[in-house]
């Protein structure tokens, strides 16, 4: 299962509407082959689940995992941080065992 915290919550709340996507749309979560570390995380807005999607619900916003996806994100958290150094969304996933210097691409 993938959990998305307040922050990451209020954040991708913030962005659909900006982006004016409809009650069916929300946000499509992935693993891709590539980056330095081997795997690498996607994020895209989308109108709705495929047929072969896992849809969570969080707060008033939708995830779409593929199945595939799926297996390397369980028990991930999506969370927004904000620092000196920037803004953006962060996955705080369990199952890497080993990930790039600049956190962008990982090894489960």
Do not use: H, W
């Not at 922050?7 to 709340?13: C, D, G, I, N, Q």
């Not at 004016?20 to 499509?28: E, I, M």
């Not at 896992?54 to 799926?70: A, C, P």
Request: proline share 2%; charged share 20%.
């Amino acid at each position: 299962m993938i959990t998305v915290s307040q922050t990451a919550s209020e954040k991708v709340k913030s962005l659909m509407t900006q982006n004016n996507l409809t009650s069916t749309g929300g946000l499509r979560l992935g693993v891709k082959g590539g980056g330095c570390s081997g795997l690498s995380y996607v994020m895209e807005f989308a109108e709705g689940a495929r047929p072969e999607d896992e849809v969570y619900e969080f707060d008033g916003i939708r995830l779409f995992v593929d199945q595939k996806s799926n297996l390397y994100l369980d028990g991930t958290e999506l969370d927004y941080v904000e620092g000196v150094m920037g803004a953006g969304f962060e996955f705080k996933n369990p199952n890497v065992k080993r990930s790039c210097a600049c956190g962008s691409s990982f090894t489960v």
